[in-house]
């Protein structure tokens, strides 16, 4: 069993930016599929950001030239770093990371801006 480790969230004004982590135990070997989801009130979990093991990034249209994913191969980590932040951007980010074709979650980060 994969065990994610997430952190990085909190509270944060208007504007502001917040960098989360997920870090994925053992070997980078069969780590494919990196990516942060999310998920607000009463609305389903959505893809915010992902990054492939070739490095190749996709982002939903609502973040994109404010959020930025990034992988560290090495330390088997993935990253998202909010920038811009708006109130709409409240909810819980899950990490997700796919090894071997199989998915992993972390337990989800609380990210809370606030007006």
């Known amino acids: 069993q994969v065990q994610l480790v997430e952190s990085g969230g909190g509270l944060v004004q208007v504007g502001g930016s917040l960098r989360l982590s997920c870090t994925a135990p053992?070997?980078?070997?069969?780590?494919?599929?990196m990516g942060w989801y999310r998920q607000a009130p009463g609305k389903q979990r959505e893809l915010v950001a992902s990054?492939?093991?070739?490095?190749?990034?996709n982002y939903v249209d609502s973040v994109k030239g404010r959020f930025t994913i990034s992988r560290d191969n090495a330390k088997n980590t993935v990253y998202l770093q909010m920038n811009s932040l708006k109130p709409e951007d409240t909810a819980v980010y899950y990490c997700?990371?796919?090894?071997?074709?199989?998915?992993?979650w972390g337990q989800g980060t609380q990210v809370t801006v606030s007006s």
């Open positions: 053992g070997s980078s070997v069969g780590v494919n599929f």
């Open positions: 990054i492939a093991s070739g490095g190749s990034t």
């Open positions: 997700k990371v796919t090894k071997f074709a199989r998915a992993y």
